[in-house]
DNA sequence: GACTCGTGGCA
DNA sequence: TTGCCAAGAGT
């Protein structure tokens, strides 16, 4: 079964970027990068993120605020604060180097069991094993697994099989066959017919693929009401820094919040505009209405124009009070693009450029 | 163990 | 259009 997955992958695997030369800085930060997204996405973006911080160092030396926007679009926000804290201990520890060693990498923040194995076997061909979910589907079917994943039965035979299974000298292409296999083959909807394994395939040969792995109790997506305001001042667009931790830690955002029941996104946008900036605001136009996905909501993002209701002849813009950001500018639209927006947001500044209105 | 944390592709 | 779900980690 060994030899027939590590010969399917030498011939079936995608031209990856870090699979040229397994670099251990580019397969760390595809690893990071490649956390619940899909590798296709992870081909595009880290070319251009590697581009900019090309070791541990450069990107230890960076601002947070252009890690964000390099990381923008790409999702669960903390994974690029925490490739920085870990760029920042290997540059202040190990001399800018990925250290050999299975607990000295597993100490990096954002660096759990899996991600750790990853590293060390593909960048040092060590044998170290993973589990991801490719891996858990995959073994659910070979093995016939009739417990749901999640469960720690499972979990700890996932792991102790896959640290078994490794054939010795081959970790690097083992652990990828494992999940390129998973990937490409032996996922959501499998196609056996394509599968190298099927003749040591459990679910294969009591025809039950389709019922493995047992599906767990999937949370509804919840419909959510948003309204968010775009205020203008003299031509220029008010934008606040979130928190530092949470949703979006550190990113930049138009303020808004939930339309509560019993109000109007219109009631709602002045609402949160003066709760969040502590600014009296006027509606003065309904720029569009962005739908967005999350893992459990769909949001229906009301987006508004908005005007100060203060004294037009005075001087000075008033400092805001922020209660749901750490910083505030004004910005114009063409600045808009040098900072890291949600996707939601950025769907919403990519309808103004387009838009006479702010033209 | 349960929950949070994003996004976009795809069936 | 809707629901599913990815090379998971931290709390």
Redo the contacts with the bound molecule.
Sequence with gaps: MQRALLDWFAVNQ?P?PW?TEYHPWHVLV??IM?????????AARLPVFLDRFPSPTALAAASEEEVLKAW????????AR?LQAAAQALTAQYGGEIPQDLDAVRA?????????G?VLSQAFNLPVPIV???VA?LFARLFDLDEPI???ET?AFLWETAAAIIPPGHARDFN?AL??L??LVC???PRCSACPLTGHCEAHRLNIVEERPV?TQ????IPLEVATGVLVHRGRIFIQKRLPH????G?WEFPGGRIEPEETPHQAVVRELLEETGYPVAVTDKIALV??????Y?VALHCFACRLEIDPAAEDIPAPQLTAAQDARWVTLRDLAHYA????H??LIDLMERDLRFA
């Design positions: 995608r990856l699979r595809a690893e490649g956390q619940q997204t899909q590798l296709d996405r992870v923008e679009g790409l999702g669960y926000y903390a994974r925490n990096l923040p954002g660096v759990g069991r899996y991600t750790a990853a991801d979910a490719n589907r999640a469960s720690r979990q990828q999940m390129e998973g990937a996922g959501k909807n599906p999937a949370k509804a997506i949470g949703a979006w830690g990113l739908r967005h996905g999350y893992t459990t769909k927006f949600p996707a939601g950025r769907k």
